[in-house]
T-cell receptor, first 116, second 117 residues
Framework: AQTVTQSQPEMSVQEAETVTLSCTYDTSESDYYLFWYKQPPSRQMILVIRQEAYKQQNATENRFSVNFQKAAKSFSLKISDSQLGDAAMYFCAYRSASNAGNMLTFGGGTRLMVKP | GAVVSQHPSRVICKSGTSVKIECRSLDFQATTMFWYRQFPKQSLMLMATSNEGSKATYEQGVEKDKFLINHASLTLSTLTVTSAHPEDSSFYIC?????????????FGPGTRLTVL
């Protein structure tokens, strides 16, 4: 079974600074997807960024980028120019690329606080 | 596009009663819907996966007789918590997936907070 680990329960960043959230995962599969989701106080899950395992290039979405290290099974999220609205819980998630289930496996989450 | 709604957003019920939570995909047909449970300050735990027209697949440790899931159409899935007890109080989130979207992506509903007195 796949597992996803987020080793940082809480992180804090100054507004306009850069912060990196860590995520490691364990799988025996070679084809899969990785995701970062944001859960603000409203509790609505919002997809931040996704990465296909077969792609070597790291995904980027505006101020959000990932550092995907397949061999190390590491998938960190970098938030640049942090804004107050970035304060939220962030969940790393794994999903198999096979058709069986396609369910998401979530990490334990990291609470990000942004200081003005 | 790709909006998922849940109803109700909050529900308070007495112990021993049953509560139904609806999950609807508003602008797409969901081939698969997922139900998650989230305790305060914790991650999402998958409870069950349901495909339209077939029985739900429950995760280990989830009582299928207590958490009844029905996926009667391509846009509606319901979760019924039967004979609810205070320990069932939690935040329940559904998500819906369609093969029409790239990556078979899941789209999440806003969640339902259940409080059992």
């Amino acid at each position: 079974a796949q597992t996803v680990t987020q080793s940082q329960p809480e992180m804090s960043v100054q507004e306009a600074e850069t912060v990196t959230l860590s995520c490691t995962y364990d799988t025996s599969e070679s084809d899969y997807y990785l995701f970062w989701y944001k859960q603000p106080p409203s509790r609505q899950m919002i997809l931040v960024i996704r990465q296909e395992a077969y792609k070597q290039q790291n995904a980027t979405e505006n101020r959000f980028s990932v550092n995907f290290q397949k061999a190390a099974k590491s998938f960190s999220l970098k938030i640049s120019d942090s804004q107050l609205g970035d304060a939220a819980m962030y969940f790393c998630a794994y999903r198999s690329a096979s058709n069986a289930g396609n369910m998401l496996t979530f990490g334990g989450g990291t609470r990000l606080m942004v200081k003005p | 596009g790709a909006v998922v709604s849940q109803h109700p957003s909050r529900v308070i019920c007495k112990s021993g009663t049953s509560v139904k939570i609806e999950c609807r995909s508003l602008d797409f047909q969901a081939t698969t819907m997922f139900w998650y449970r989230q305790f305060p300050k914790q991650s999402l735990m998958l409870m069950a996966t349901s495909n339209e027209g077939s029985k739900a697949t429950y995760e280990q440790g989830v009582e299928k007789d207590k958490f009844l899931i029905n996926h009667a159409s391509l846009t509606l899935s319901t979760l019924t918590v039967t004979s609810a007890h205070p320990e069932d109080s939690s935040f329940y989130i559904c998500s819906a997936r369609t093969r029409m979207h790239s990556y078979n992506e899941q789209f999440f509903g806003p969640g339902t907070r259940l409080t059992v007195l």
